[in-house]
């Protein structure tokens, strides 16, 4: 019996049935939004600065959260996007019901359902594209032994820098027998790999509400008051002063490698140089990306 329910509730026809009653009850919602970034950028305190929100539901990282285990073999585009269609799509509609806005933080998004998203909330759809100094970026995720296509964490929620369908292909560089075959030298292409996606998502979807910030905005209120209104949404100035400036998700006791700002800067320049080689200076950086971080795209100035 429980299969033939499971069958039945994930069947294309009652998906389909399923999502139109939800289409208008959801008539009411205004704007969905997603966050486009790396991860370890601070989306969790993005998420406490949404929940200043007037009427809104918020999450971080919610189920189902789009992870890259997917099987073996499969066509990875088609395999998220019926993901998406057949349930993700549903959790966010169900969860919008009777709330203004709809705002989640998820670093899955720009990797995996950023199109299917777009084909599905159309002109509600808002993103905000999130900058963090790549080194920082970097050195967070070795730390908390996160690291592309090698350990769990990095399979789960990171990316693979030896997969075909990459933007930025390296994978002579970053192999064992390369020349940055180091844990780090993943985790700095991984940003760059990142923020290329946003780049292209930007070319591909010119229609969608973008908006582009660094992590240090937290910490400024009137930043954050400028990227609310641009968004158009209506929140509680007192409830937004009571956040801005907090830190989450700090991830402390996860921390169990170090590696010295210095000697990663040095392995970011080198890997940078390497990828301007092959594809142009400043090729992750799009039309849409303020002009602050295109002047100097190698040395972001964010903390």
């Given at each position: 019996?429980?299969?033939?329910?499971?069958?039945?509730?994930?069947?294309?026809?009652?998906?389909?049935?399923?999502?139109?009653?939800?289409?208008?009850?959801?008539?009411?919602?205004?704007?969905?939004?997603?966050?486009?970034?790396?991860?370890?950028?601070?989306?969790?305190?993005?998420?406490?600065?949404?929940?200043?929100?007037?009427?809104?539901?918020?999450?971080?990282?919610?189920?189902?959260?789009?992870?890259?285990?997917?099987?073996?073999?499969?066509?990875?585009?088609?395999?998220?996007?019926?993901?998406f269609f057949a349930r993700k799509r549903v959790h966010i509609k169900r969860?919008?019901?009777?709330?203004?806005?709809?705002?989640?933080?998820?670093?899955?998004?720009?990797?995996?359902?950023?199109?299917?998203?777009?084909?599905?909330?159309?002109?509600?759809?808002?993103?905000?594209?999130?900058?963090?100094?790549?080194?920082?970026?970097?050195?967070?995720?070795?730390?908390?032994?996160?690291?592309?296509?090698?350990?769990?964490?990095?399979?789960?929620?990171?990316?693979?820098?030896?997969?075909?369908?990459?933007?930025?292909?390296?994978?002579?560089?970053?192999?064992?027998?390369?020349?940055?075959?180091?844990?780090?030298?993943?985790?700095?292409?991984?940003?760059?790999?990142?923020?290329?996606?946003?780049?292209?998502?930007?070319?591909?979807?010119?229609?969608?509400?973008?908006?582009?910030?660094?992590?240090?905005?937290?910490?400024?209120?009137?930043?954050?008051?400028?990227?609310?209104?641009?968004?158009?949404?209506?929140?509680?100035?007192?409830?937004?002063?009571?956040?801005?400036?907090?830190?989450?998700?700090?991830?402390?006791?996860?921390?169990?490698?170090?590696?010295?700002?210095?000697?990663?800067?040095?392995?970011?320049?080198?890997?940078?140089?390497?990828?301007?080689?092959?594809?142009?200076?400043?090729?992750?950086?799009?039309?849409?990306?303020?002009?602050?971080?295109?002047?100097?795209?190698?040395?972001?100035?964010?903390?």
């Amino acid at each position: 019996m429980g299969v033939v329910k499971s069958l039945l509730k994930h069947n294309p026809l009652t998906v389909n049935a399923y999502d139109k009653l939800l289409d208008f009850r959801t008539r009411a919602t205004d704007a969905y939004v997603f966050v486009a970034t790396t991860g370890r950028s601070g989306t969790k305190s993005l998420t406490k600065i949404f929940e200043s929100a007037v009427d809104a539901a918020c999450f971080h990282e919610p189920h189902p959260i789009m992870f890259n285990d997917y099987p073996a073999g499969v066509d990875k585009e088609k395999y998220f996007r019926q993901l998406f269609f057949a349930r993700k799509r549903v959790h966010i509609k169900r969860s919008a019901i009777g709330r203004k806005y709809y705002l989640e933080t998820n670093h899955q998004f720009i990797k995996n359902f950023v199109y299917p998203a777009v084909e599905c909330f159309k002109d509600k759809i808002r993103i905000v594209h999130i900058l963090r100094d790549p080194v920082k970026v970097a050195a967070s995720f070795y730390a908390i032994n996160s690291i592309p296509c090698k350990t769990h964490q990095g399979r789960y929620y990171l990316l693979n820098p030896f997969e075909d369908d990459n933007l930025i292909k390296i994978p002579d560089l970053l192999s064992d027998d390369g020349e940055f075959s180091d844990d780090i030298s993943k985790c700095i292409w991984y940003w760059y790999e990142v923020h290329t996606r946003a780049k292209l998502a930007k070319q591909r979807c010119p229609h969608v509400q973008w908006f582009t910030m660094t992590t240090d905005d937290f910490n400024d209120k009137s930043k954050m008051v400028n990227m609310l209104e641009s968004l158009e949404i209506e929140f509680d100035y007192g409830e937004l002063e009571k956040v801005v400036g907090t830190r989450e998700n700090t991830c402390k006791e996860l921390k169990k490698n170090k590696i010295e700002l210095e000697e990663c800067t040095q392995k970011h320049d080198k890997l940078l140089e390497r990828m301007e080689n092959r594809y142009g200076k400043g090729f992750w950086i799009s039309d849409l990306v303020s002009a602050q971080f295109s002047d100097n795209s190698s040395k972001l100035s964010v903390s």
